[in-house]
């Protein structure tokens, strides 16, 4: 990191635009190669494609792709023009987003928050890769969810490992925030008891269970678990284990993250430093962001009779939750329907779909929050979450509204309106 930033900002930025060269093609690479459904599309597939094979200069970012319009007979007459835009797109984004970040873009504009910036260089530059990383894997899981509508665990999963272990080792990891906890006001990073004080309770034994219980609920999530209650509680318990180990493989590498994962956060625990608040907060950022989904899921499905989220958007925003902390996963959550109504009632109108993806406008309510941090959690979202448990409250009634709702709609719609059967 050191002998990165002895270089000049000209010579990092043209840095940063080489590796975004990879970053785009690694992009596409994992659009193609880790979509639940294979797709043997690009120069990377194993498959030869019909009448014809794949060279090195199909590897070559940009002419690649126009090189690979000859397959257009088998994949698709434009099926090249997205994967050539991201790779054109995404190297200039990250080279804007690494000069936005280090120059103190998410940081209060006040003067003496920005002098603070050249000694906040290492952080900020860790910032950015926490950040770098977040948006490869939303990328990803976006157009995916866009072609196959699902999002695979083997995106968001590791997604999310390496946001907990990037949050245990490197400062700066998350967000910064004004901290006005203190006698005078300073800038820290965002943690689980923001906008407030950092709670001392939360340093001990109390904090560590906190940590636990935050990660095992993620890894019993993450099983192959169903209740069927249809006959009974005893068949549904017998039914929940069987479903439980019956694929043998999954279930051991879920036990193995488990054990591995708890014994990693113990690790960190005993070290007493900084790096333990860094843990618990993504930790707690994981569990409540997919938390939130997962209950929304639960009762929306409940009172429609019908899949209202899937469980990959529950995933998702685990992993969203582990870099951005759970305050920046609510305000998420609430953005995500506004950004996905207009390119959805657009959609409808022209197509007639009545079924869309809602990972990606989850994805694009994170590109708001990150992109706009400053003006939404230091000049008016904080004041909202000092509200605390009553915020809380206000969650959970909104909740139990929403089933109340969705139920009345559910019994309007069965009885009085044209369903497709």
């Known amino acids: 990191m050191n002998l990165f930033l002895e270089q000049s900002l000209p010579v990092r930025m043209l840095i940063i635009a080489l590796i975004g060269i990879l970053y785009a093609a690694a992009t596409n690479w994992g659009i193609y190669q880790l979509s639940y459904f294979h797709?043997?599309?690009?120069?990377?597939?194993?498959?030869?494609?019909?009448?014809?094979?794949?060279?090195?200069?199909?590897?070559?970012?940009?002419?690649?792709?126009?090189?690979?319009?000859?397959?257009?007979?088998?994949?698709?007459?434009?099926?090249?023009?997205?994967?050539?835009?991201?790779?054109l797109l995404l190297p200039l984004f990250l080279v804007w987003f690494y000069r936005y970040e280090i120059t103190g873009g998410l940081l209060p504009h006040q003067n003496s928050m920005q002098k603070l910036i050249p000694a906040l260089q290492s952080q900020l530059h860790y910032q950015f890769l926490a950040h770098a990383i977040l948006v490869w894997a939303m990328c990803v899981a976006t157009f995916i969810d866009f072609d196959e509508l699902l999002i695979p665990d083997w995106i968001t999963v590791p997604g999310t490992v390496i946001g907990?272990?990037?949050?245990?080792?490197?400062?700066?990891?998350?967000?910064?925030?004004?901290?006005?906890?203190?006698?005078?006001?300073?800038l820290g990073t965002l943690h689980a008891c923001s906008p407030g004080p950092w709670a001392q309770w939360m340093s001990g034994p109390s904090g560590l269970m906190v940590?636990?219980?935050?990660?095992?609920?993620?890894?019993?999530?993450?099983?192959?678990?169903?209740?069927?209650?249809?006959?009974?509680?005893?068949k549904a318990i017998?039914?929940?284990?069987?479903?439980?180990?019956?694929?043998?493989?999954?279930f051991?590498?879920?036990?193995?993250?488990?054990?591995?994962?708890?014994?990693?956060?113990?690790?960190?625990?005993?070290?007493?430093?900084?790096?333990?608040?860094?843990?618990?907060?993504?930790?707690?950022?994981?569990?409540?962001?997919g938390g939130i989904v997962w209950a929304v899921r639960i009762v929306a499905s409940s009172s429609l009779g019908m899949e209202a989220?899937?469980?990959?958007?529950?995933?998702?925003?685990?992993?969203?939750?582990?870099?951005?902390?759970?305050?920046?996963?609510?305000?998420?959550?609430?953005?995500?329907?506004?950004?996905?109504?207009?390119?959805?009632?657009?959609?409808?109108?022209?197509?007639?779909?009545?079924?869309?993806?809602?990972?990606?406008?989850?994805?694009?309510?994170?590109m708001l929050v990150m992109l706009f941090w400053n003006s939404i959690w230091n000049e008016w979202a904080?004041?909202?979450?000092?509200?605390g448990t009553v915020l809380l409250a206000i969650l959970l009634i909104s909740l139990i509204a929403m089933g109340f709702i969705l139920t009345v709609w559910r019994w309007i719609r069965d009885r009085f309106l044209w369903v497709e059967k």
């Not at 272990?165 to 300073?186: E, I, K, M, T, Y």
């Open 39 to 87: 797709r043997h599309i690009g120069p990377w597939s194993k498959t030869v494609p019909k009448g014809g094979h794949y060279t090195w200069l199909d590897r070559v970012p940009l002419l690649g792709w126009l090189r690979m319009r000859r397959f257009s007979d088998q994949f698709g007459k434009y099926f090249w023009v997205r994967p050539l835009l991201i790779e």
């Open 382 to 387: 904080a004041g909202v979450f000092e509200l």
């Open 164 to 186: 907990l272990l990037g949050a245990a080792f490197f400062n700066g990891w998350h967000l910064f925030q004004v901290d006005r906890s203190g006698p005078s006001v300073a």
């Open 211 to 234: 940590a636990l219980l935050c990660y095992a609920g993620w890894c019993f999530a993450l099983s192959d678990r169903r209740w069927i209650g249809r006959k009974g509680w005893r």
């Open 252 to 289: 051991y590498l879920v036990v193995a993250l488990w054990v591995i994962g708890s014994l990693a956060i113990l690790f960190f625990y005993l070290q007493r430093s900084e790096h333990w608040i860094n843990l618990l907060s993504a930790l707690v950022g994981m569990a409540t962001a």
């Open 309 to 366: 989220l899937g469980f990959g958007d529950a995933t998702l925003m685990a992993m969203i939750g582990a870099y951005l902390g759970w305050q920046a996963s609510l305000l998420v959550f609430f953005l995500a329907p506004m950004t996905s109504l207009l390119f959805v009632l657009v959609a409808w109108l022209v197509s007639g779909e009545k079924a869309f993806p809602f990972g990606p406008y989850l994805c694009c309510a994170a």
């Open 238 to 250: 017998q039914y929940f284990f069987a479903r439980l180990v019956r694929h043998k493989i999954w």
